[in-house]
């Protein structure tokens, strides 16, 4: 898990340096009507992490601004996990983090969380701006970060998270066999234990 971190954390850290904060889809929607921003289907970079944007909505009033909130959550087994991270997603994932062989917790992991907001200033949270509405018009102040180079920037990085996953399962998978090997050890000497001694004359 620690090589999984160390690797995890130079692959944001090139992200950042290279991309900055931004979005970077050519099909989003984004739209306003009856008091609500509609905003849906876009990508971004924010500190040096992939969002993946399916659909948020947030009521704004004349003169407010609507920003991306993304930020690191800590999650335990029992967490409720939203698809993408998405804090208004109805869809949610499965969370595996649970060890069935232990009533104890064994692990604790972060997820990637994001929502639409008009205010900031939370401590550890990253914001992009997206809109103002203003004449009761909505103005878009995105960032754009680029077009296909940024795309296949993010499929390399998306690659390179899948590896880091396929690390920590192969980590997983050499812990189980460490405890394997520890059990039968464990069986071969008591097997051991019970065998009678032959005394030779």
Known sequence: MKHKNILDNKIRTLIKDKFGDGFYSTGSTLSYLAGDVTFANDK?????????????VLALAEGESAYLDVWEEEVVFDSVLKKHGNQQETNLVTNYMKDTRTTEETSRRS?????????TGVAGHTYLPVCTIAGGVLVEN??????????NAAAIAVNAADILTNVD??????????ANTAAIEANTLAIIALTPSVVQS
């Open 44 to 56: 971004a970079f924010a500190n040096g992490n992939l969002v993946t944007i399916s659909s948020l």
């Open 111 to 119: 997820q990637i969380q994001y929502n639409l907001v008009n205010a």
């Open 142 to 151: 995105r960032i754009d970060t680029g077009g296909d180079t940024v795309t």
């Open 169 to 178: 399962n192969i980590s997983t998978n050499a812990a189980d066999i460490l």
